[in-house]
Structures are given as structure tokens and as C-alpha cells.
């Protein structure tokens, strides 16, 4: 992460956002550079979502200046792949897997005939990128939490896009589907060279991985390294309540909530 912005992926100058009066949030000045693995925090409601969403075109800054891929946002942008926060998935759900995915694809024109060979490609492609092709055929809502995340990540990897945007991708998993979740980004981020922004409340599943952190202290956007981040006080002060940052000998750091 840094301020240059100088062959950036993404490039925030003063930007800030406001829904109606109220502004969500002011002064985001940060610059992502290729192949980096940003974590996203900060408490609810602070304006996660709607910073992945300025990034997508789906919002528009009310001040200051935001360029991703060397122009300026816009929506459907097939260099861009989107996690959103997890709808969930019905339980009674009887669309296959593969269908699920096949849907990111060919949404607009569904129940129009059979899909090409390349979109079947596509799909295959994706499938296996996340080490979902075992289950291509059960029914969504028989997969779990872990599962299903793998579909919608494959979703967004169908264009091949150079930024992927995760927002909360890790929500009511288990510690160990954390784990594969992330690890699995990762991989896939070294294999593609991609840039990632992954929104996260659990950071110690993710900690290894990240080049930096984006938080949203007071209103106001704050991208810092995981030495500048991830302390007690910072933590503390973010979350409005006492978090431990525990320091192995080893230099690995643990967040402990209170
Ligand atoms: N389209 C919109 N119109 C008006 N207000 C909105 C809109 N989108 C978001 N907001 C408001 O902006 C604020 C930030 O919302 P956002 O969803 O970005 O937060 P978040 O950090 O992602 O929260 P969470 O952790 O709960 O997902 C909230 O107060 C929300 O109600
Ligand atoms: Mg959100």
C-alpha cells in the first residue's frame, strides 16, 4: 500500500461519500499497488460495503477522485470480480452448483438456450480454481457455509478479473473454513497476480497474508500497514472496546476480543 499513485490499481485522492446529508465517509487517501491482499474492518455500518461499492461504480464519491484500472469506476467492469456480502443462500435451494456459477455468466440471458462451449469452459475453469468441481452437480442447499462461498468466489473469478473485491467472505464460517476460505484466495492470487480487497470482522485468519489494512475510524478511511494496524490501542480505539494484540516469539500476532 502507498500513497503514490503511480501505476496503481486503485487510487483514492480525498474521497468521500455521502448518502443524502449524511456523510458515511471523508478522506480516503490510499493507493493499492498490483498484487496486493488488503484487508478491509471496522465496525458495522461504518462503510465497508460502500467503499467495494465506489469501487464498482455502483456509488458515486461525493468529493475527491477515485481511478481503478487507470480510469475512473464503472459499472460491469469485467476486470473487476465481486463477492458480494453473502446473500444467503436458501436452504431449499435446488439449483446445481454448477448452475449457480454458470448464472454469473450468462444472468442476463438465462432460460435462453443452452449455454456456448466457452461458457462452459468458463465454468469448468472456475470450478476447479476453487476446488469446487466435486459438487458441480448437488443442489446448492445441500452444501455448506464453506461450500456455497466457493461457488459464489468462482462466480466472481468467471471474467478473470485483475481486482477481487470480497466483502465479508468469511461470515459465519467455521475457524477452519476461514482458513481454507483464505488460504484459497491467497492461492489463487498468487496464480493470477491479482489484486485483492477482502472485508473481514476475524483478522487472524487473514493476518499472514495481507500487505496492508484499510479501517474506517470516526468517518474517516485510514490504510496503514499491519505493524501501524494491528496493535492493542488501534484495535481497541476502532472497535470501541478493549481487543488485545498478542505477540507470539515467533512474531505472529493474535487478536484477542475482550
Ligand atoms: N444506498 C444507500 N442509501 C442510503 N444509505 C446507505 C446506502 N448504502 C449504505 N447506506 C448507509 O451507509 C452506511 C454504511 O453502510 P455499509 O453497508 O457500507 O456499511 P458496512 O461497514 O458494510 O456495514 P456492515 O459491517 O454491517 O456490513 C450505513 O449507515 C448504511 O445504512
Ligand atoms: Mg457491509
Given at each position: 500500500m502507498t500513497s503514490s499513485t503511480d501505476a496503481a490499481v486503485l487510487?483514492?485522492?480525498?474521497?468521500?461519500?455521502?448518502?443524502?446529508?449524511?456523510?458515511?465517509?471523508?478522506?480516503?487517501?490510499?493507493?493499492l499497488k498490483a498484487g496486493e491482499f488488503v484487508g478491509v474492518i471496522?465496525?458495522?455500518?461504518?462503510?465497508?460495503?460502500?467503499?467495494?461499492?465506489?469501487?464498482?461504480g455502483?456509488?458515486?464519491?461525493?468529493?475527491?477522485?477515485?481511478?481503478?484500472?487507470?480510469?475512473?469506476p464503472g459499472r460491469g467492469n469485467p476486470a473487476i470480480g465481486y463477492v458480494p456480502q453473502r446473500?444467503?443462500?436458501a436452504s431449499d435451494l435446488a439449483v446445481r452448483a454448477y448452475d449457480l456459477v454458470l448464472l454469473g455468466l450468462v444472468g442476463h440471458k438465462w432460460g435462453f438456450g443452452?449455454?456456448?462451449?466457452?461458457?462452459?469452459?468458463?465454468?469448468d475453469e472456475a470450478l476447479e480454481a476453487v476446488g469446487a468441481s466435486d459438487y458441480a452437480e448437488q443442489p446448492v442447499g445441500?452444501?455448506?457455509?464453506?461450500?456455497?462461498?466457493?461457488?459464489?468466489?468462482?462466480?466472481?473469478?468467471?471474467?478473470?478479473?485483475?481486482?477481487?473485491?470480497?466483502?465479508?467472505?468469511?461470515a459465519s464460517l467455521d475457524i477452519k473454513s476461514q482458513h481454507e476460505i483464505v488460504h484459497l484466495v491467497e492461492d489463487i492470487r498468487r496464480a493470477r497476480s491479482m489484486t485483492v480487497m477482502l472485508v473481514a470482522h476475524d483478522l487472524n485468519s487473514m493476518l499472514e497474508m495481507l500487505d496492508g489494512?484499510?479501517?474506517i475510524l470516526d468517518g474517516r478511511v485510514i490504510a496503514?500497514?499491519?505493524?501501524?494496524?494491528?496493535?492493542?490501542?488501534?484495535?481497541?480505539?476502532?472497535?470501541?472496546?478493549?481487543?488485545?494484540?498478542?505477540?507470539?516469539?515467533?512474531?505472529?500476532?493474535?487478536?484477542?476480543?475482550?
Open positions: 487510487a483514492f485522492e480525498n474521497g468521500s461519500v455521502a448518502f443524502g446529508r449524511r456523510t458515511v465517509w471523508t478522506d480516503a487517501n490510499f493507493s471496522g465496525p458495522n455500518g461504518t462503510g465497508k460495503t460502500t467503499l467495494l461499492r465506489v469501487l464498482l455502483q456509488v458515486q464519491l461525493a468529493g475527491g477522485s477515485v481511478r481503478v484500472l487507470g480510469k475512473p446473500r444467503s443462500l443452452p449455454p456456448s462451449a466457452a461458457e462452459r469452459r468458463a465454468v445441500l452444501l455448506s457455509g464453506g461450500e456455497q462461498q466457493r461457488l459464489l468466489i468462482a462466480q466472481a473469478l468467471l471474467t478473470d478479473p485483475k481486482l477481487l473485491l470480497l466483502d465479508e467472505p468469511l489494512i484499510v479501517f496503514g500497514s499491519l505493524d501501524e494496524v494491528v496493535r492493542s490501542d488501534v484495535l481497541s480505539q476502532l472497535y470501541d472496546t478493549p481487543v488485545h494484540v498478542h505477540v507470539t516469539e515467533d512474531g505472529h500476532r493474535f487478536v484477542v476480543g475482550a
